[in-house]
Each structure stands twice: as structure tokens, then as C-alpha cells.
């Protein structure tokens, strides 16, 4: 590849980049890069360096900031062969990058005066005034020094629209609108933000023209232009949506929502702001579109198949990783100590290297995961199409200054379909409170410590949301944030009164994916799996096969020929048991008692340990199911993770088994948050598929259960919970 070719792939690149396409735009530069090589003339290495400054742009865009410095890194160490007549422009945009990342706060190599001290160097190098100025107001910017950054955005504007760069000029004219309306002058940050506005409406980028109309909306919204506003934070959020869905990988897209999650906080102020129940309206359908984009992505798509399209040995590798990772896990369970250390290290190799193949199919595949956006979320179309007696209760937490604690939003909607609104002042302490309960509910519970602290019910279900209620609605919960882990059917409402003995409960990731409609037909099969002792260790599950016969019996009873059962051997699997994963697509109720998996930090590794098979969620993501439930009566299934690989989940994500399940066609799941005591999952599930035979949607088979044993320890029947959409929304 010669330079011309390669300077004119970039700016192919570049336009992808420019167009907000960034998972584009990085492939085709990686490309280029990995042609190019070691270059040995001039001309190429001065392209191999713009190469890598436009990548680590991109990359720094999408949060990926050690890769991104890494790439800068590697640009310094070529520009120091370079003239210094070309040197010095190299450096200059190396010092610009560098400073720009470093200055992010949620980043994870945020160091202030070091992105101030890469503006110094830039100094240094004598080159144009207005490129320092730049810099400088962007690191001011993100250390929030908004009188300097006004200053140096405002001069680097002036003298970009004096020398016609139009292009330039605009984001110094955003900075400074911004940096004025944090000073609270708003004549100032008018004359910005309508600049910048002018010029991102036409060309764009996306993310930056998203950025301006939000920063509108605010200062409309200050002047008491409310509908305005609002139509402007919407159109920004549509924006930023469309860029987060063009990552199908969950990684990629995880890493570059890192940082949008601003955006639906502003407009959900902005929402807000209006009163009454127009306001609370609004401010209500933010709350749901910033939880779970992900799963819904997924949904939305799932009657495109995962692998359609994908290399067959990609495919076998795939599978031959999961073999390997099964024998793994075999061998753990009966290896000396010093051999578990070694052979420990060997599953976590595997396990990365399985995930890096599945997310490079999924970001690969031209069709899956991007092939259609979800439908525009319409809040009161999803609450009028809910019947009168589901009562739909919705969670969203903002912060408050630092040390003094957050706001719990509570929303919910009684049968007149009014949106009602309460806000629950949450101090530091009670917060402390509340992440302890949630760090305890994890693993091994003691069966006799409360689940929640009495204090905390009635900050988490007051009073004025109980009004509402009637005898015979059941709820639909959306939880948020702190929430997650925390049983909310088990609130007690005094004297060992539970909420769930009162109201059917249900949750879901968002009420946004009531509005995905499903894809496939009903079954009306009933399999029932059991696998009481498996080849990677655990204490043996003596109920297992009693409730798997029990339940048999009952099923069979009402749905004569329509039902089968299984246990599988410690040796065995599924498929030799003459019922593989792309079988399950026969049945409307899949039961599976055994035991369950879900590794710290690795949550799409969460397995069902069936005999020497663990059914892993990249299996489940490649089965149709036609499933209104699945019951997990295994430990722990019900967990999200809170980080994985490494990364911090963001955007309130239920990342766990549920991704792969409702992608593969589940409506609901019935799972469990913590150790589950054998004998009492027997008697729960007894009572749950005893009502769910008899006709009962699975929300009212649900409370039947608790209540049939409500006189045992909340915390040995209150991990279970039913996750999905209703089984009472409207044809």
C-alpha cells in the first residue's frame, strides 16, 4: 500500500467517524495500520502517524482510553524520526489527544495535572495560539473551572471563524455556551450554543449536536420554556441512542456508554421540570429508556439468529472452547491445591479468550444486533396497553451533592393510567444501610437475618404509592441503580406482613421492552430437567429427582402427553439425554433443578450445571425458545452483574442469564438471588407449579407460592423472584 492509497482509506475512515459510526471507522483504520507495517520511507511513516492520531481520536471517543494512549504512545516514538518542521504539528495533535483523555473524570487514566501539563507542552512548542487555547478550555471544561474554560473557549472560537474554519470553531463556541450556563450567564451562553447549533445541525457530528441541544434544553428549560425543552432532550437523546446502537458487541457498547449516562440524567431533570403529571410523565419514560439498552437492542433482534453469517470454524472454536472450559471445571473439583492454582489460571485464559471470539462474532456479524433499532419508546402507549390491574411501580435514583446522600424517584400508575411521582430523600447513612443489605444477599444468606432492615421499607414503598393499590393488582417493578439484589416482594410491611402477600410481583429490566414485541408461537410442551450430582463438584441435591417426579406427576395431569422429564447422570448431558439445548423450543414451561453457576466477574460464564455439561449463556444465546417461563431452581441465577471483565456495568444492564434467555425467546424467568436451600426450592416450586397448572398467570402463581410457605424465614423463599414482561397485557 503506497501513501496516496492509505491517506485516502483514512479519510474513508474518518468520514465513518465523522458520521458517528465508530466500531466502522476503528476496523477500517486497523486495516490500514496493519497493512502499512514498519514503514520505511517518509511519506509513510508521516501516514502511519496521522493513522494512529485519527485511531486513537476514534478510540478516545469510545472510551477506550489505555488503547488510545497506547496508540499516542507509539505516534511519539515514530514523530521523534521526523524534520522538525513535520515534528512539530505531529506532536502538537499528540499533546491535544493526551490532554483530552487524561482530563475525562470517568476514565480510568483521568490525572488533571497531567492533561494540564500536556497543554504546557504544547505551549512549548510555540505553535498557533488558538490550539493551546483549545486545549486548555477543554481540560478546564472537565475540571470544571468554567470561568477559564469560557475565557479560552470563547478566544479559540474568535480566532478559528476568523481564519474560515467553521468546523473548528463550533465546538469552542459549544464548550463556552456550556461553561456559561454553568456560571448561570445565560445571555453568554445563548450566543454559544445557537453558534454551535447552527453548524451541527448541518453537519454534524451526532454525539456533538446531542451535546448542544441538551445544553438548549437547559437554558430553556431555565427560562420556563418547558415543552421546548423537552422536545429538545428528546431529540438529543434519540441522538445518542443511535450512536450507542451501532456497538452490537455488549463490551464496546458498554465502554462507550461509560459517559452518556449524563444524558438521560439532564433530560430527565428537564423532564421533570414540568409539573404535575405531564412532568412526572416525562420525566418517567427517561428513567426507562436509560435502563437496559442492551437487552432491548437484543430483543428487538431476536429473530435474527446469533451466528447467521458467521464462519463455520469460528462457530467450532467457539464450541471447542466451551468443551475445554467444561473439562476445566471437571478437573478443579478434584485436583490437589498447587494443581487448582494452574488450572485456574488455564479456565480464566479460556474463558477470556472464549468471550474476546463471542464478542468479535457479534460485533462482526453484518446483521445481528443492528438490524433494526427498537421501536420509539411511547410511555403512555406501554401503560394503556397494560390492563386496569397491573400496577406498574418504576425506581430512578439521582445523586445529590457529595455527603448528603441521593433521591430515590419512585413513580407508578394506578388504573386511571395518572403518572404519579414521589421523591424519597435518601441520607448517607440509610444509603450504607441499604449496600450493606444488598453485599449481604449474596451467596450463603443466614436463613435468620431479616432481608431488609424494617426502617428501610417505607423509604422504598411509602405510603402514598400503597394507596393506590387495590386488592388483586399485581406489580410490575422496574428497579434502578442501588436496588438491584434487593428483594422488594420481601418488604415487610410490619409484623411479618410481606408485600408479596398482598400484590403478585414481577419485575423487569424496563418497561421500554413491553414495548419489543415477541417472535414466536407459544408451545405448549412442559420439560422438566433435574441433574442432582454433576461432574464439577457441589454437594449432592437429594430433592432433586422427588421434585422432578412430583412435578411430573402434577403436569401430566393436566397436560396428558405434553410433558417429559429428565435427570441427567454426573457423566451425563442434555443432548445424551435425548434433549440438547435446540430442543427446548417444544415447550411453553422449561424447569431446571440442579445446581447453578455464576463466577465473579464473568457473568456471561453463568451456567445450569447439567451432569458434565455447563449450559453457558453463549449456548442459550443460540437457542429458539417459545418459552412463557423458564424456572431456574438453582442457586444464584437471578444475580446481574455488577462488573464484568473488568469493566463496570453501566445503564442499569441485567448482564447475567437474562440477556440470553430473552433474546432466545423467554417471557419470563422465575430465578433465585442467592443459595437456594434444597428442600424449601422443593416446597416453593410445588406450590408455584401446582397454580401455574391450574391456570394461574405466573405472577399469581408466584404469590401462591410465598404464601403457602410464609411461615419459614423470608430468606429461604425470598431470593426467588419472577423477572419478564406480564402474562396480562393486552392482545
Not at 485519527?54 to 516514538?77: H, P, Q, Y
Not at 487448582?340 to 489460571?345: D, G, H, K, T, V
Not at 425470598?718 to 392482545?731: H, I, Q
Amino acid at each position: 500500500m503506497d501513501a496516496t492509497t492509505a491517506s485516502h482509506l483514512r479519510v474513508q475512515a474518518m468520514i465513518e467517524f465523522e458520521e458517528g459510526n465508530l466500531p466502522q471507522a476503528e476496523g477500517r483504520l486497523n486495516e490500514i495500520i496493519a497493512e502499512v507495517g514498519a514503514p520505511q520511507t517518509r511519506q509513510m511513516k508521516g501516514e502511519l502517524c496521522r493513522c494512529l492520531l485519527d485511531r486513537a481520536t476514534v478510540r478516545r471517543m469510545a472510551n477506550r482510553f489505555v488503547e488510545a494512549l497506547e496508540d499516542l504512545a507509539t505516534c511519539e516514538r515514530l514523530a521523534t524520526e521526523m524534520a522538525p518542521l513535520v515534528q512539530r504539528p505531529v506532536l502538537a495533535t499528540i499533546y491535544q489527544v493526551r490532554a483530552k483523555m487524561l482530563a475525562t473524570p470517568h476514565a480510568g487514566v483521568y490525572d488533571l495535572q497531567g492533561a494540564f501539563q500536556a497543554v504546557a507542552d504544547v505551549r512549548k512548542l510555540g505553535w498557533t495560539q488558538w490550539i493551546a487555547d483549545e486545549i486548555e478550555s477543554d481540560v478546564a471544561f472537565r475540571g470544571k473551572q468554567w470561568d477559564r474554560a469560557a475565557r479560552l473557549a470563547g478566544q479559540a472560537a474568535t480566532a478559528l471563524a476568523a481564519e474560515g474554519w467553521a468546523r473548528g470553531a463550533a465546538p469552542c463556541h459549544l464548550r463556552a455556551g456550556l461553561a456559561y450556563l454553568e456560571l448561570k450567564d445565560l445571555e453568554h451562553a445563548e450566543t454559544g450554543l445557537t453558534a454551535a447549533h447552527q453548524f451541527f445541525q448541518e453537519w454534524g457530528p451526532p454525539d456533538l449536536l446531542a451535546s448542544t441541544q441538551l445544553g438548549i434544553a437547559r437554558l430553556r428549560s431555565s427560562q420556563g420554556e418547558h415543552d421546548v425543552a423537552w422536545e429538545l432532550a428528546c431529540n438529543a437523546l434519540t441522538g445518542v441512542e443511535s450512536l450507542i446502537r451501532r456497538f452490537k458487541s455488549l463490551a464496546d457498547q458498554q465502554r462507550f456508554l461509560a459517559d452518556k449516562l449524563q444524558y438521560y440524567d439532564t433530560a430527565f431533570t428537564i423532564g421533570l421540570a414540568r409539573e404535575g403529571a405531564g412532568g412526572a410523565l416525562r420525566a418517567w419514560s427517561v428513567a426507562e429508556r436509560s435502563k437496559s439498552f442492551y437487552l432491548c437492542q437484543l430483543v428487538a433482534n431476536a429473530d435474527v439468529p446469533l451466528f447467521e453469517g458467521v464462519a463455520p470454524e469460528d462457530i467450532e472454536k467457539l464450541r471447542s472452547m466451551e468443551e475445554q472450559l467444561d473439562r476445566c471445571e471437571e478437573a478443579l473439583a478434584r485436583l490437589s491445591a498447587q494443581r487448582q492454582e494452574e488450572m485456574e489460571a488455564e479456565r480464566r485464559r479460556l474463558s477470556s479468550a472464549r468471550r474476546q471470539l463471542l464478542s468479535a462474532m457479534m460485533a462482526g456479524n453484518p446483521r445481528w444486533g443492528a438490524l433494526k433499532a427498537p421501536p420509539p419508546f411511547d410511555l403512555p402507549h406501554v401503560l394503556k396497553d397494560l390492563v386496569p390491574t397491573c400496577f406498574p411501580v418504576s425506581y430512578f435514583w439521582k445523586e445529590r451533592a457529595e455527603g448528603q446522600g441521593a433521591l430515590l424517584f419512585i413513580f407508578f400508575a394506578g388504573r386511571d393510567r395518572s403518572p404519579h411521582c414521589t421523591a424519597v430523600p435518601w441520607p448517607a447513612a440509610e444509603l450504607g444501610q441499604l449496600e450493606e443489605c444488598r453485599q449481604r444477599l449474596r451467596g450463603d444468606v443466614d436463613v435468620f437475618t431479616p432481608v431488609l432492615p424494617a426502617n428501610l421499607g417505607e423509604k422504598l414503598f411509602p405510603g402514598e404509592v400503597r394507596e393506590d393499590l387495590r386488592d388483586g393488582d399485581q406489580l410490575l417493578i422496574s428497579s434502578h441503580g442501588r436496588l438491584q439484589g434487593i428483594p422488594l416482594h420481601a418488604i415487610d410491611l410490619g409484623g411479618r406482613d410481606f408485600l408479596a402477600d398482598h400484590w403478585p410481583v414481577t419485575y423487569t429490566p424496563t418497561l421500554a421492552l413491553l414495548n419489543v414485541g415477541r417472535r414466536f408461537e407459544r408451545a405448549e410442551g412442559v420439560m422438566l430437567m433435574g441433574c442432582p450430582e454433576n461432574a464439577f463438584g457441589g454437594v449432592a441435591l437429594d430433592d432433586v429427582p422427588g421434585e422432578i417426579n412430583e412435578l411430573h406427576d402434577l403436569w401430566s395431569a393436566r397436560r396428558p402427553g405434553r410433558v417429559e422429564k429428565r435427570i441427567i447422570p454426573p457423566d451425563g448431558s442434555p443432548k445424551q439425554a435425548g434433549m440438547p439445548v435446540d430442543a427446548w423450543g417444544r415447550f411453553d414451561v422449561l424447569h431446571f433443578a440442579c445446581h447453578g453457576e455464576f463466577p465473579e466477574g464473568r457473568a456471561l460464564d453463568a451456567a445450569l450445571l447439567l451432569g458434565a455439561d455447563a449450559v453457558r449463556a453463549s449456548e442459550l444465546f443460540t437457542a429458539r425458545l417459545n418459552a412463557s417461563l423458564v424456572c431456574l431452581s438453582a442457586c444464584s441465577l437471578g444475580r446481574r452483574a455488577e462488573a464484568d471483565s473488568g469493566m463496570r456495568v453501566v445503564g442499569d444492564e441485567w448482564i447475567g442469564l437474562y440477556l440470553p434467555l430473552f433474546y432466545a425467546g423467554a417471557a419470563n424467568l422465575l430465578v433465585s438471588l442467592w443459595d437456594a436451600n434444597s428442600q424449601q426450592a422443593a416446597d416453593f416450586m410445588r406450590a408455584f407449579h401446582l397454580a401455574l397448572s391450574e391456570g394461574s398467570p405466573a405472577a399469581a402463581a408466584y404469590q401462591k407460592a410465598v404464601k403457602a410457605v410464609h411461615e419459614n424465614p423470608a430468606t429461604l423463599w425470598a431470593n426467588w423472584c419472577l423477572v419478564g414482561a406480564p402474562d396480562t397485557t393486552s392482545a
